[in-house]
């Protein structure tokens, strides 16, 4: 499985992002579709997931309420919306596959290059 993230980019702090996972390849071992992001100096952490076949999707608590995650089965892309932006937000993001629903990050067998968001205050 290859993925491909991009999006990212610089917005103002209350503004809003779209990141997008292209995914190539042999699929049938994906369950779920995970984001993680890494600010500088800090562990790569969870944001959220979506399950492949059902959509079901399960958020880390900082980005309730602000992140929706969405596939799109056709195109075999997701997507990551990012409302309300945070400066805290700033991070490479990362697109993820797994065989699991799972908010491990060892449990994730595929990643894509990342992308930056910065969120200036």
């Known amino acids: 499985v290859q993925l491909q993230a991009s999006g990212g980019g610089l917005v103002q702090a209350g503004g809003s992002l779209r990141l997008s996972c292209a995914a190539s390849g042999r699929s049938s071992s994906v369950f779920a579709i995970g984001w993680f992001r890494q600010a500088p100096g800090k562990e790569r952490e969870f944001v959220g997931y979506?399950?492949?076949?059902?959509?079901?999707?399960y958020y880390t608590d900082s980005v309730k309420g602000r992140f929706v995650i969405a596939r799109d089965i056709a195109s075999n892309m997701v997507y990551l919306q990012m409302n309300s932006l945070k400066p805290e937000d700033t991070a490479v993001y990362y697109c993820?596959?797994?065989?699991?629903?799972?908010?491990?990050?060892?449990?994730?067998?595929?990643w894509g290059q990342g992308t930056q968001v910065t969120v200036s205050s």
């Open positions: 993820a596959t797994s065989r699991l629903a799972t908010t491990k990050r060892r449990l994730y067998d595929y």
């Open positions: 979506v399950t492949w076949s059902t959509g079901i999707t």
